[in-house]
């Protein structure tokens, strides 16, 4: 597994703005095919936001498209998301994972961090 740290969850306003990063802090960054962000709503299954692979394809969620930005940096191993336009159905626990997609070691997920959107 790797180890991932997330940060910069908060307290926003509607039509405000956020963003999240998460880094790899341990482990071997090479086997990350995918690093993606998924929220987990209050009685609500957890969905994925938005998803970059290693040469940095990107796919959204259909709630959060063209409002959230995810940006992956290999070279720093990092991975943000960026989130304008905020909503207060955006409120949940986010969280990064990272896929591994069949490698030597399994996905790994973060801690979560708190995102709240105040109407």
């Known amino acids: 597994q790797v180890q991932l740290v997330e940060s910069g969850g908060g307290l926003a306003q509607s039509g405000g703005s956020l963003r999240l990063s998460c880094a790899v802090t341990?482990?071997?960054?090479?086997?990350?095919?995918?690093m993606a962000w998924y929220r987990q709503a209050p009685g609500k299954q957890r969905e994925v936001v938005a998803s970059?692979?290693?040469?940095?394809?990107?796919e959204d969620g259909d709630a959060v498209k063209g409002r959230f930005t995810i940006s992956r940096d290999n070279t720093k191993k990092t991975v943000s998301l960026q989130m304008s336009s905020l909503k207060p159905e955006d409120t949940g626990i986010y969280y990064c994972?990272?896929?591994?997609?069949?490698?030597?070691?399994?996905?790994?997920w973060g801690q979560g961090t708190l995102v709240t959107v105040s109407s």
């Open positions: 994972k990272a896929e591994t997609w069949g490698g030597p070691i399994p996905d790994s």
């Open positions: 970059a692979t290693r040469g940095n394809t990107k």
């Open positions: 341990s482990g071997n960054f090479l086997w990350i095919t995918v």
